[in-house]
Structures are given as C-alpha cells and as structure tokens.
C-alpha cells in the first residue's frame, strides 16, 4: 500500500492541514494518509505548544469522519524530540506500517528549499519519498527546479500534487484568537477548542516551574497510555483550571497542577486493583464505587508517578466527597474538578462565578448543589462532605 506520512505540531489543525490531506488522497498518489501529531515539540520552547493530548485529540477529532486517513499516536512519549527520520523508522519497527507499505512525506513545497538542512536527508529518503503540494499561486517552475536538484543529488523522485489554496497559518490563527472566523477551521475543532478553553490569554500553565511544566508533559504522556481520551482531558482542564485558581487564590500553582492532571489516574484501573491501593491507607472498610478512585489514586500518583508531596496526594484523595477541614489545594482541585470547561452536566455558571474571587463560597455553593441533587434521589451526601460543608459555614467571614 502507499502511505502517506503527515505530520505536524497541529497547534491548531486547520483548514489548511485538511487541504493537504484530501489533495493527497485525491491525486490518488497515496492510498492512505497517516498523519501524526508530534509529541514533544521540536523547535520551539515546549511550553509555547498546547499539550500534546489536546493537540492529538484535536486532530482525531477533525478527522474522525474523513475517509482514508488514520491518526497515529506514535509521536505520544515523552524524551527527546522526535526527529522525521526517527518517527519514520518507529513506524517500521513498531509495525504501524508494514515493510511492505511505500511511504510518502507529505510536505508543502516551501519545504523542498530547507530540506538539504534537515537531519540526515539521504536517511529519510531511504524510508520515504517526498510528496509535494502545489499550492496556487505559488512559483511551481522554481519548486519543480529545486525538486529536480534534490532528485539528482539524492537520487530519489519527488511527486507533486495540487491542493486548493487555504491561506491559513496556526500562529496567525492563534495570534487572533477569532475562532469564530469560517473557513479557517473545522466546526469540530472550533467546538473543541471552546469546550476545553483552549488558547487562553492568561495561559496557567506557564506559571509553572520549568520543573513542573516537565513533570506534567511526562506524566502526560504516561496518562495517554493508561486512560480514555474523554478522562485524559478533563484531567489536563482540570490541572489547567487548578492551575489558573491557584494563581488567583495565591496558592501554588505547581502543585495544584500537578494534584489537578493526576487526580483522577486511578479511575480507570481495574476495581480490584483500586481495591488494593485505597486499602494501604483506608482500613477496615472498602469505600463506594464512585469515591473507590480517590484513595487508591493517592497511592497510586505516589507508587506510579512517583508522587512524594502530601499536599498533592491529599488533594487527590479528597476530590470527591472533600474533608472536615479543606487545605487550599483540596479546595482547588475539588472545585476544579467539578467544573472545568468541558463539564457541562448542570448549570455551573453560579460556582463559576463564586470561584472568581471567593474560594470558600464557591465550595459551599458546589456543596449545596450537591446536596440539592442528592436529595431529589432521596439520598444524603457523604459525612465527610456534611462536616466540611458545616466547617465552611461556621467559619465563614460575615
Ligand atoms: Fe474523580
Ligand atoms: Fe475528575
């Protein structure tokens, strides 16, 4: 089969991602469009790339109806930056494609005239040919000259295909910040980016140590591989909302981020397994089903993620029926937790509008809503919820 190879920070995708891949398909050059979200970015500080899940659901999300392209998660662990020549390699190796398969870089034709500056070019050409776009208006006779160079002096063969011009660039998409603007982006990925607050101003994340920010990108990446799409992000929301209030409540953001990403990471292991790790601190009785995950997330954030700090381990034990008497980062995280950007199971815009400038309210606001829905089912909330919620009222500043 011929696979074509796409990849590409995808910081947002855009319309004009998508003109690359149907004109590739379209010229019936390429059976097939793999394309690939890069993981850790290349040439640019990583903290100015969004973090790699929402860039790679982004993407799945674009393309998830579009005929003869896959996305591949590939590119999804954390080290150094991948290079093309070692993506293309992985792909071999780990049987994504087969020996079997030609592949096709696909590029843009810009690319052809930096391409001899690439690392090892005669390497790549060995596992891929280039499959280049034309784009109107661009100088064709200058791009089939420079593809006649290449071809000579890396004895190879470089097609073209031609792509309907979409004058759109991810930095100048971001720079605006008009998502509503058409023909820029697919609706789905206009929905996406609303619905996770993405390319926000204030941007939390980069108040974050350096330190930090590299624990977050890993731990990441390990989460893409141990829990669904829909989990991964509202965790990153949730470490990013954590994050934001940790800044505006004056706690630190380092850890709230930290307790936020990884506060739900043992959600979707095996209840026996949960079991297990909730009874190294919980004893003499197995908590219910739906708080089962935030003992053994404790433990497990600390045995798998190698968390050390008990401000952040009890956020994550805590996050969902709270305690009598809340730190500032078990409120954070509890909080965040309930309504991140992507939540939308009632109507937040109350407890929102408390977590602007008053912690606490929010919290008894959150906890009234709760107890509200709880006895519309005829059932109380948790004890530990009741005593916080009581501690919050009593001590609240007139
Ligand atoms: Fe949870
Ligand atoms: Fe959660």
């Known amino acids: 089969m011929k696979i074509g190879i796409?990849?590409?920070?995808?910081?947002?995708?855009?319309?004009?991602?998508?003109?690359?891949?149907?004109g590739a398909i379209a010229s019936k050059k390429v059976d097939r469009v793999l394309v690939i979200p890069t993981g850790m970015p290349c040439f640019k500080p990583a903290r100015n790339v969004t973090l790699s899940p929402y860039r790679f659901y982004m993407v799945k999300q674009a393309l998830k109806d579009e005929p003869k392209c896959d996305v591949c998660?590939?590119?999804?662990?954390?080290?150094?930056?991948?290079?093309?020549?070692?993506?293309?390699?992985?792909?071999r190796k780990q049987k994504v494609v087969s020996d079997k398969d030609e592949l096709y870089f696909i590029c843009g034709s810009d690319l052809l005239f930096e391409f001899e500056s690439w690392w090892k070019p005669e390497e790549i050409l060995k596992q891929a040919?280039?499959?280049c776009a034309l784009r109107p208006g661009i100088d064709e006779g200058q791009a089939r000259n420079q593809a006649m160079h290449l071809e000579e002096i890396f004895d190879t063969k470089i097609k073209f295909f031609p792509i309907e011009g979409v004058e759109v660039a991810s930095s100048v998409l971001r720079k605006d910040a008009d998502w509503e603007k058409e023909k820029t982006i697919p609706d789905s990925v206009r929905k996406f980016i609303r619905t996770h607050d993405l390319y926000c101003e204030d941007a939390p994340l980069m108040h974050v140590s350096d330190e930090t920010y590299k624990l977050l990108m890993k731990h990441c990446f390990t989460l893409f591989h141990e829990m669904s799409g829909k989990?991964?992000?509202?965790?990153?929301?949730?470490?990013?909302?954590?994050?934001?209030?940790a800044l505006r409540f004056g706690a630190?953001?380092?850890?709230?981020?930290l307790a936020g990403l990884l506060h739900d990471c043992a959600k979707e292991l095996p209840e026996q397994q949960q079991i297990d790790l909730a009874a190294k601190i919980i004893h003499g009785y197995v908590p219910g089903k739906q708080i089962l995950h935030s003992p053994a997330g404790a433990v497990y954030a600390k045995e798998h993620y190698g968390i050390e700090d008990q401000e952040i381990l009890d956020a994550i034990q805590y996050h969902t029926i709270g305690r009598e008497i809340m730190t500032i980062?078990?409120?954070?995280?509890?909080?965040?937790?309930?309504?991140?950007?992507?939540?939308?199971?009632?109507?937040l815009s109350m407890i929102r509008r408390y977590a602007e400038n008053d912690l606490n309210a929010a919290l008894i606001e959150c906890y009234c809503?709760?107890?509200?829905?709880?006895?519309?089912?005829g059932l109380a909330i948790h004890e530990d919820t009741k005593k916080s919620l009581a501690y919050l009222l009593a001590n609240r500043s007139q």
């Open 129 to 131: 040919k280039l499959l």
């Open 231 to 245: 989990r991964l992000l509202h965790s990153i929301n949730v470490c990013v909302l954590s994050a934001r209030y």
């Open 369 to 377: 809503a709760i107890k509200e829905s709880f006895a519309r089912k």
């Open 6 to 22: 796409y990849g590409g920070a995808f910081d947002p995708f855009h319309n004009g991602h998508l003109s690359m891949i149907r």
């Open 329 to 347: 980062t078990d409120k954070i995280v509890y909080l965040a937790d309930k309504v991140e950007p992507g939540r939308d199971y009632d109507d």
């Open 73 to 91: 998660d590939i590119e999804q662990v954390f080290g150094e930056p991948s290079y093309t020549l070692t993506t293309l390699k992985n792909l």
């Open 252 to 257: 630190d953001p380092d850890k709230c981020a």
